[in-house]
C-alpha cells in the first residue's frame, strides 16, 4: 500500500456505510484523516457505525443533519448509491468540497496496476473471467470492486506484483477525479438507471469516466457490436482494442465459430463453459485483456472451458435425471433473460420468470420466448408475463414462490431439458434481493436431488 500523506489532518466525512463505506472510513483514519462518519441507520441497530466508533471513528447516526456540513469538511466520500440530489451531497457540492466514492481511494493507495471493468450487463461474470484467466495464467488477478469486496479494503494488501481486477458502476465512475487504470473494459451500453443519472446520455458519460485519465500506454477494450462504442472509440487517448461476435475487428472477434484475436485462433466457442451469446462476447472481452496480459492460448482455453459462471447469473447448478438446472436470478430485466435464453434450445426449456410488477409490459421478450416447452409464472407481475406468454403460444403454470416453481418446472421437465430460472423481474415482490430468490432455487435443487 502506498503510505500517501494527503489526508493527514485533513477532516473527511463518510456518507453512508455499507462494506464500502466502512472500509473507506478506516482507509482514510489509517492515512491520519479527521473521519466522521455519517449513516442513516439508527446508532444502536448499527454494528458497523459501533465498530468504528470503538476504534476512535467520530460517528453520526439514525439522520443526515445538514449543519453537519458546516464543520469545514475537505471531502466527502459517498457510498455509490446515494444519488447526487440527496440533501447531504447537494450541500457539499454548493460549498465546493470533492465528492468522491472510495474507488478513488483505492486507486491512490495501490501498488498494483488496475483492470477496470464496466458496462450494463456481464460485468460480474466478465470480472470473474478475466481474474480465473490472470491466475491460472501465472499472473496475480485480485477481485475488488461492485463484485463485492471494497476495493479501498483490497488495494491495501495488494503489491506491484498483482493486478487488480476491478469491477465498477456507474454509481462508483460519478466519483472519480484522478483514477487511472492500465486496461479498461466496457461490455456494452444499455439503457439503464435512468433515474440515477437523469438521461441515457448521462449514464453513458459516467461510464466513459473510465477512461479519462487514460493515456497512449493504456488500452480501453469496447464492444464493437454496438454503434455507440465505435463513436466512443474516437474519443478517447487510449489504444482501443474492439472486440465483436458480427464483424472480424483488429482485437477479438467471432468468426466460423472460432474466438481469435487479431487472427490468431484462441479456442473454439462451444467450448466455453457457459453457454449464451452473451458469455461469447464475456469471453472475447476477457481474450482480450489476457493477451494484452502476455497469457497463453493455452491458459486461457483451458480456464474459459472450465469456467462455470458465477453465483446468480446463469450458474450451473446440478443435473437430477438428467435435467439441467440454472440459476439465473440475477437477470432482473428482459434484456439479460433475452441473453440467458440465446444459448439453449428452447423446444427443452421449461423457464421461471416473474418477480416485481413495474407497470411495463413484457412484449419485447415475445420472440424470445416462442418455442419454449413451458414457463412457470410468479409475483406481482405474473399477468404481464402471462400476456406475453400467451401472445408467443407458451403454456404457462402459476407458482407461489421459487421453490414451489422449482418443483413444479421438475415435474413438467423430461430428460434432456433444461429448467431455467430467470425472471426478467426484480425480486423485492417476495424476496430481500436476487441473491435470496437464487439461493432458494438452489437450495430447492439440492432437496431435488436428495
Not at 490472470?134 to 498483482?162: C, H, M, R, W
Not at 456494452?188 to 435512468?194: D, E, G, S
Request: hydrophobic share 40%; net charge negative; proline share 3%.
Amino acid at each position: 500500500m502506498k503510505l500517501i500523506t494527503q489526508f493527514e489532518n485533513k477532516k473527511v466525512l463518510v456518507l453512508g456505510l455499507a462494506k464500502s463505506g466502512e472500509a473507506a472510513a478506516r482507509l482514510l483514519a489509517k492515512l491520519g484523516a479527521i473521519v466522521t462518519v455519517n449513516d442513516g441507520k439508527p446508532f444502536e441497530e448499527n454494528p458497523s457505525a459501533q465498530a468504528l466508533l470503538e476504534e476512535g471513528i467520530k460517528v453520526v447516526c439514525g439522520g443526515h443533519p445538514l449543519e453537519l456540513l458546516d464543520e469545514n469538511f475537505e471531502l466527502m466520500v459517498k457510498n455509490p448509491g446515494i444519488r447526487y440530489d440527496n440533501p447531504m451531497v447537494a450541500r457539499a457540492l454548493e460549498k465546493e468540497i470533492p465528492v468522491w466514492t472510495e474507488v478513488e481511494l483505492a486507486y491512490l493507495v495501490s501498488e498494483a496496476p488496475i483492470i477496470g471493468i464496466t458496462g450494463s450487463n456481464g460485468k460480474t461474470t466478465t470480472t470473474t473471467m478475466i481474474a480465473d484467466v490472470l491466475n491460472y495464467g501465472g499472473k496475480s488477478g485480485v477481485l475488488s470492486g461492485n463484485i463485492g469486496f471494497p476495493a479501498s479494503e483490497v488495494a491495501q494488501s495488494v503489491t506491484n506484483q498483482d493486478t487488480l481486477v476491478m469491477e465498477l458502476s456507474s454509481f462508483q465512475l460519478m466519483g472519480i477525479e484522478s483514477f487511472h487504470p492500465h486496461i479498461a473494459v466496457i461490455t456494452n451500453l444499455m439503457p439503464t438507471h435512468i433515474d440515477y443519472h437523469g438521461s441515457f446520455e448521462g449514464y453513458v458519460a459516467a461510464k466513459w469516466n473510465i477512461q479519462n485519465k487514460m493515456t497512449s500506454d493504456d488500452f480501453v477494450i469496447l464492444n464493437f457490436n454496438q454503434d455507440l462504442a465505435k463513436e466512443l472509440a474516437t474519443q478517447t487517448n487510449a489504444q482501443v482494442v474492439p472486440f465483436s461476435t458480427v464483424e472480424k475487428v483488429d482485437g477479438a472477434y467471432l468468426e466460423n465459430g472460432g474466438l481469435y484475436f487479431k487472427g490468431e485462433l484462441v479456442m473454439h466457442a462451444d467450448e466455453l463453459g457457459v453457454p449464451g451469446s452473451h458469455n461469447v462476447e464475456n469471453a472475447l472481452a476477457t481474450i482480450a485483456v489476457a493477451k494484452l496480459s502476455s497469457v497463453s492460448n493455452q491458459a486461457i482455453k483451458e480456464t474459459l472451458s472450465s469456467f462455470g459462471g458465477v453465483k446468480h447469473r446463469l450458474q450451473f447448478v446440478d443435473t437430477i435425471d438428467n435435467v439441467k438446472f440454472y440459476n439465473d436470478s440475477k437477470s432482473t430485466n428482459i434484456l439479460a433473460t433475452q441473453k440467458a435464453l440465446s444459448g439453449f434450445d428452447n423446444s427443452k426449456v421449461i423457464l421461471i420468470a416473474g418477480g416485481l410488477d413495474r407497470g411495463n409490459e413484457f412484449d419485447e421478450l415475445i420472440p424470445d420466448i416462442i418455442g419454449l416447452k413451458k414457463m412457470v409464472i410468479l409475483g406481482e407481475s405474473a399477468p404481464r408475463v402471462k400476456r406475453a406468454a400467451d401472445r408467443a403460444g407458451v403454456t404457462h403454470l402459476d407458482a407461489k414462490d421459487v421453490a414451489d416453481a422449482t418443483r413444479i418446472a421438475f415435474e413438467q421437465a423430461s430428460a434432456g431439458d433444461v429448467v431455467l430460472l430467470s425472471p426478467a423481474n426484480a425480486s423485492w415482490d417476495m424476496y430481500k434481493n436476487f441473491e435470496v430468490r437464487g439461493d432458494e432455487f438452489i437450495t430447492t435443487v439440492e432437496r431435488l436431488k436428495g
